[in-house]
């Protein structure tokens, strides 16, 4: 009777046992990544989600006693919202992922918001960088920055340092109509003037015609916000050839125009160059010598740039949010755990706004200089634990 009743007790507990074990075991964490992995931004696509492996392949894919599972959805060319939405709607119903991650241009993020809300699932932003985007869904927490946030200082920098005058370019989407405004704002409090301005074209290829205007109002400085990449390279070639610079002509702004993966084809003509980011590869810490060692390590040929950056932080903060909730995704446990959450990241110290979701950042003024002879941006001052300014 004993032996019996002792049987039944070590076998109830050995079964109890495996079936939890089973039941973690078996349950992946699924992550859907929507992220432009072709077309014109397709560097985004491939620099997220090497921050996102790199993380994985240093701190072990098994969070929480889930094994992670990512799952790739080409959004290219990652600003045409209905692809976005079709793409993460796969992602809910066929492939039942637990999260939505990724989300490198801001149409993207801004089309899948509401599924996210729909669905019940908790969605974190890895680079999208308008600053109302984390207000389009109570599940969204945003790893990478905003445009106001990497505006405004580069704004209070210039008007103390001597320029009154300045003209604006953008590219005529929510990012570029955010840092116009937030520039604008910033600099004319603190006694500047906005001359002029113009919004361009996303596909934009030529700027000569713009430039040309911008020669005749003789600013002193261009203030320019486009998407890293392409349009970066052609904005200076045509910088260049008009021959902006020689007349005195300075060019600021926020850092996506002198990011590291562009600074190699622009050349030389960035030299000198004022601006002001939230991530630099060559930002003095221990976190980001290991962060960008690993890097080139795993993706030899790479220069890392803050899109892996924020791919990376998105990872570690997925990771802590689910050692917290032991697992569990549900969009409110979730976004509760990451209220408040607070790392060093290879940038920097940040935490995330409990208010906002948006995270809070050093926001650091650069130069681009030649460093050992290759092109950087080398920080000089910063603003620490920096807001959002634009909501
Ligand atoms: C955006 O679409 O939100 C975006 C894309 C590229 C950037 C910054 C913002 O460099």
Redesign the pocket.
């Known amino acids: 009777m004993r032996i019996a009743s002792l049987y039944r007790l070590l076998t109830a507990t050995v079964f109890g046992a495996a079936t939890v074990m089973t039941a973690q075991a078996a349950e992946p964490l699924k992550i859907g990544l929507v992220l432009p992995m072709s077309g014109q931004?397709a560097t985004?696509g491939k620099e997220i989600s090497n921050g996102i492996k790199l993380y994985l392949a240093k701190n072990g894919d098994t969070v929480a006693g889930r094994k992670v599972e990512l799952i790739i959805k080409d959004d290219a060319p990652?600003?045409a919202g209905d692809v976005s939405k079709r793409l993460a709607q796969e992602l809910l119903v066929k492939d039942k992922v637990d999260i939505l991650a990724g989300f490198?241009?801001?149409?993207s993020?801004a089309a899948v918001a509401p599924l996210a809300t729909e669905a019940k699932k908790p969605m974190v932003i890895m680079?999208?960088?308008?600053s109302a985007l984390t207000t389009r869904s109570p599940n969204i927490v945003r790893t990478s920055f905003t445009?106001p946030q990497n505006t405004a200082p580069i704004a209070i920098w210039a008007a103390k340092n001597g320029i009154r005058k300045a003209y604006t370019v953008v590219v005529d989407?929510?990012?570029g109509h955010d840092s116009e405004a937030q520039f604008t704002k910033t600099f004319t409090a603190g006694g500047g003037e906005v001359i002029g301005g113009v919004r361009v074209p996303i596909k934009t290829t030529d700027f000569s015609p713009y430039l040309e205007k911008i020669k005749e109002a003789k600013p002193d400085a261009v203030f320019i916000f486009?998407?890293?990449?392409e349009l970066a390279v052609s904005f200076m070639k045509g910088f260049q050839e008009r021959g902006l610079g020689k007349v005195g002509i300075k060019i600021i702004g926020p850092g996506?125009l002198t990011?590291e993966e562009s600074l190699d084809a622009i050349g030389d003509a960035a030299v000198g160059i004022i601006n002001s980011f939230h991530y630099a590869p060559g930002h003095k810490s221990p976190e980001n010598k290991a962060f960008t060692e690993a890097y080139s390590k795993a993706y030899p040929g790479d220069r890392v740039n803050?899109m892996a950056v924020g791919g990376y932080d998105g990872m570690h903060l997925i990771s802590e949010v689910l050692k917290k909730t032991g697992g569990n995704t549900d969009p409110d446990k979730f976004v509760e755990a990451a209220r408040g959450m607070k790392w060093v990241s290879p940038r920097g110290p940040v935490f995330i706004d409990p208010a906002t979701r948006d995270i809070v950042q050093t926001i650091y003024i650069r130069k681009v200089e030649k460093v050992n002879g290759k092109l950087q941006n080398v920080e000089f001052d910063q603003i620490a634990e920096f807001k959002d300014p634009g909501k």
């Open positions: 931004f985004y990652g600003t490198a241009l801001t149409p993020a680079n999208a960088a308008t445009l989407y929510s990012p486009v998407p890293a990449g996506d990011d803050f």
